[in-house]
Structures are given as structure tokens and as C-alpha cells.
């Protein structure tokens, strides 16, 4: 007896599943620059390595002697791949079936999804297109009656931000869920023109009087400067590789270590110019990523969250092939300030290095905490207590190298202050209390006033005050343990990298990381 008829029956169902919404709706999709889900898994992942689950879920039709006549399968497809020889956990919304709402979804395979990725310890990547399974109008119709608002499973989602990586890619116009999802991520891009992210979209805020197009409204150039997404490219393939990339810094799950690559970049090699790089003129800038391009292995640096939060860069390199989690201040950006923005953008970033035990590297060049009006109104100091509580909830290996500037208390949160961190100078260092220029006038204002001549006054304290605020006079007392040539930064990274890896503990961290 042979249970070939069965089979039939269920490849004739997979079938039905692989024509995703009908051949018009595959066609809209490729005519607006996208690709349907499966092709966009098919350019994902290691070739012939996907294996999917719940393939023929869905929505069925039968005749009136109970037999199929039409599957409509669910809109969102997920299983187990490989990525750079790596599993992982892909799952992605069709927007061919209802643009991805909850008309068409089975709330089940959202969850199992998140299940699987947290059961097995493996990064998890979301494809998100649509509302992500989130709600419709027609829902009401479509069930009789309207629900009270809950998110199933989203208690699976706070779970895996703090146990696996999670990267989301918003290959389209996301709403909803669908954006909530997207935000739920260490690591979100989206596409040029064709992605968009809202919490409703342009008819539903057109009530409010606000008549915006997709992209004025949601469009990459509002969302990365609002934070709410970390990169954006040009194309679908560009944002694979950015997962891809992204994905190899980090261990599957907080149970393991970061893997380390490649080291075909001499850890001794010297960088002579950046002998010359910071200026003497302190009313000068000068610029920082080269510096990072220079210290860390050659083409190793992944930045991320460009351009939110703009005086610190923050991203991924490597060290003589370990990775590190890279921070660094931006004199172009506020002369180094930090803002609000930043103070929230380096509590993500930390966290994230705590949650998956990657070491951190600091370059500092912090003149202190953004100040005036705007600062004020955008509560830049409790913000800024956040982000040094946080830095001193680390336990990873730290790392600073003052390159310039280090004043007032966002100068001081330049490592956790609670417990031994390496530490490295610049000859070019400068800190204090808060920087000469414009405490001096205040601290001697009677003294200049009274003075014949006022400026040569000014110009004779600030001579004194520099010769005493020397690096040199700070190596003397032992508040900085080491003034190093910065030609040699390279090399004691490195060291730093090689001596902290032993270190490194798996396991959850003390907190559960947020969004």
C-alpha cells in the first residue's frame, strides 16, 4: 500500500504556495523594483540551504465534495538557512497576500518564528513588507466584530533582543507591526525611495490635515536622522550584504563568543601620520573616521547609525581579527558634544556590545554635554545620565584613548568609572573640569576687569592655565596612566583586543537589552 496519492496531494499544495498571490500580483511586485519574498530568501541565504517551515499554511477553498480547489497561502514565509556557512532564522512578510495584514496571516507562524530562533540560539532576520501581519480595516468584515488591541508573541521579541542577534530590513513601504518590527532590532536598513516607516501611513494621517507622500513622510531621509533605523542602500542586494556583514561580527546567541576573522593585518603596523592629524589650534577640526580606517584591520570598519546622533560614530571592526565594538567622537558634529540623540544613541550601542560580549574601543574627543536652549528642551542631561549609568552597567573589556578633548561629565563617560578599564593619552590630550576657553573669563572676571588692559590680562592667564593643564603635569599626579605616541595607537589595540578576548563570559547579560 503506498501513500504516493498523499504526496501528490501535497506537492500540489506547495504548488499553490510558491504562486505566492497569483501571477498578477507576483508582476505588481516586480514592477514597483521588489522582489517577492521567496526570490528575496533565494538572495539571502547560502544557496539550497533555506528550509522552511509551515509551507502550506493558509487560506482554502473547497469544492462542494470537500475537495481543494485553491490555497491561498499565508503572508509570511520562514524556516531555517544558512549564511556565510552560518544558520540562521530568515522569515519575511509576502505582500502579494493582502499586503502583508492580518486578513491574511496565521498569527502562529509570526510566533514560531521568534520560537525557533530563541530555542535554537540563532540570529534571527525579518523581511518586512507591509503591516507585518499587523492590522486592517477589514478585519472588522472579515471577522464580525473588532479587537481589542494585543500583540501576540511580542514577549518572544523582547526575549531575542536580549539573548540572539536581530536584524531587520524594511524592503518596502512598513507600517504598523510591520514597524514595530523593524524598530525591534539591533541592526535595521532600508531602500532608497522604495522603503518607508510609519506608525500609519499617508491616508490615515491625511485625517489629521497633513497631506504627505510616503517618503515625506516615512521616507529613509526622516528615519535615519530620526534614529529609528540604522542604514539605508540603494538596493535589496545591498541590504542582504549589510546583514551579512553585520551578522559576521557577532556570535550566534549571547551563549557564545564573537568568532574571530581573518588576520592578514600586521598588529604591529605603524600609522605615521597620525602624528600630525589633531591640530594645535584646538579652533580647528580635523576628521575621525580615517583615524578609526587607520587603527583598526583594514576594511574591517562597519558603521552603523551614521547619521543619527552625529558626534559619536559608532560600528563593528576587528582587531588582529578579533571584533570590537567601535566608538568614537566626531569634532564635526558639535565639536564633539554629545546631545541628547547621541547620549541615546550610545546607550543602544553599548548595550548591544554588553548583550553579545563584544569589547569596547573608544576614541575621545568629548568637549562635554551639548549646552543652550535646544539642549535644554530636549532633556540632554537626563539623557546623558542614561548613557553613563549604562557605560557603568558594563562588565566587557574597555578601551580609551583620549585624542583631544575629555571635560565635565560627558567628558568623564569616556569608560566605566567603576571598575579597571585600559586607558591611553594622546599627547594632543586636553581635559578638566570644563574646557579654558570661556571658564576663564568667568573664574577671573574681576581680575580682567580690573586689569589696564583687559585682553593682555586674559592672554596672561591663559598662557599660565595651559603650561599647568599639560598632559605631562597629569601623568605626574597619575590621573592618566599612560601618554602614548599615537603612531603606535594600532599596535596597542591590538594588545588590547588579544588580552581581553580570555576575558570575555558567555551568558545573558545583567539586564534585558531594549530596542
Not at 93 to 107: E, L, N, P
Request: proline letters at 5%.
Amino acid at each position: 500500500m503506498s501513500w504516493q496519492n498523499e504526496l501528490d496531494e501535497l506537492r500540489r499544495r506547495e504548488d499553490f504556495a510558491e504562486e505566492l498571490g497569483g501571477p498578477e500580483r507576483v508582476q505588481r511586485q516586480r514592477d514597483g523594483g521588489r522582489y517577492t519574498i521567496r526570490e528575496r530568501v533565494a538572495l539571502m541565504v547560502d544557496p539550497d540551504s533555506f528550509h522552511e517551515s509551515g509551507k502550506i499554511g493558509g487560506m482554502a477553498e473547497y469544492d462542494e465534495n470537500n475537495n481543494l480547489t485553491k490555497l491561498t497561502p499565508s503572508n509570511f514565509v520562514f524556516g531555517k538557512a544558512k549564511v556565510g556557512g552560518r544558520p540562521v532564522i530568515i522569515g519575511g512578510d509576502d505582500f502579494t497576500v493582502r499586503g502583508g495584514s492580518a486578513d491574511a496571516t496565521i498569527k502562529g507562524k509570526h510566533n514560531m518564528c521568534e520560537e525557533m530562533a530563541n530555542a535554537l540560539r540563532l540570529p534571527l532576520i525579518r523581511m518586512v513588507e507591509g503591516s507585518g501581519g499587523g492590522g486592517s480595516v477589514k478585519t472588522i468584515e472579515t471577522t464580525g466584530r473588532a479587537n481589542v488591541p494585543g500583540v501576540s508573541g511580542w514577549e518572544l521579541v523582547v526575549q531575542n533582543m536580549g539573548t540572539i542577534p536581530r536584524v531587520a530590513l524594511g524592503l518596502g513601504s512598513v507600517a504598523g507591526l510591520g514597524a514595530a518590527h523593524l524598530a525591534a532590532s539591533h541592526y535595521s536598513v532600508m531602500i532608497k525611495d522604495k522603503s518607508a516607516l510609519f506608525v500609519a501611513g499617508p491616508p490615515v494621517v491625511a485625517r489629521t490635515g497633513q497631506n504627505l507622500t510616503k517618503n515625506e513622510l516615512g521616507g529613509y531621509q526622516i528615519q535615519l536622522k530620526a534614529g529609528a533605523v540604522d542604514h539605508a542602500v540603494n538596493t535589496e542586494e545591498e541590504a542582504f550584504e549589510c546583514a551579512r556583514k553585520f551578522l559576521s561580527y557577532l556570535p550566534n546567541s549571547v551563549y557564545d563568543l564573537p568568532p574571530r576573522g581573518a588576520r592578514d593585518d600586521d598588529p604591529n603596523r605603524q600609522v605615521d601620520w597620525l602624528i600630525d592629524v589633531v591640530p594645535r589650534d584646538i579652533r580647528k577640526v580635523y576628521k575621525m573616521r580615517p583615524i578609526v580606517e587607520a587603527v583598526v584591520d583594514e576594511g574591517s570598519f562597519f558603521e552603523m547609525g551614521r547619521q543619527y546622533g552625529k558626534s559619536v560614530i559608532t560600528g563593528f571592526a576587528r582587531l588582529d581579527g578579533w571584533p570590537v565594538a567601535v566608538m568614537a567622537s566626531d569634532p564635526y558634529s558639535y565639536g564633539g558634544c554629545w546631545t541628547a540623540a547621541t547620549c541615546k544613541k550610545v546607550i543602544k550601542f553599548i548595550d548591544m556590545a554588553e548583550t553579545f560580549h563584544l569589547p569596547v574601543v573608544y576614541l575621545v574627543d568629548c568637549p562635554g554635554f551639548q549646552i543652550g536652549l535646544e539642549a535644554e528642551q530636549n532633556g540632554t542631561i537626563k539623557e546623558g545620565v542614561r548613557a553613563m549609568s549604562a557605560m557603568w552597567q558594563t562588565t566587557v573589556p574597555w578601551c580609551s584613548v583620549i585624542i583631544r578633548n575629555a571635560f565635565g561629565v560627558a567628558g568623564a563617560a569616556h569608560k566605566n568609572g567603576g571598575r579597571y578599564c585600559t586607558r591611553y593619552a594622546w599627547p594632543s590630550g586636553r581635559w578638566g573640569s570644563l574646557p579654558l576657553e570661556g571658564g576663564i573669563e568667568a573664574a577671573y572676571r574681576a581680575d580682567i576687569a580690573a586689569a589696564d588692559d583687559p585682553d593682555a590680562k586674559l592672554q596672561e592667564i591663559s598662557d599660565r592655565l595651559n603650561k599647568l593643564r599639560s598632559p605631562f603635569r597629569s601623568a605626574e599626579a597619575f590621573w592618566i596612566e599612560e601618554i602614548v605616541d599615537p603612531r603606535d595607537t594600532r599596535r596597542l589595540l591590538c594588545d588590547f583586543a588579544e588580552t581581553a578576548a580570555p576575558l570575555r563570559e558567555t551568558g545573558p547579560s545583567g539586564f534585558m537589552m531594549r530596542p
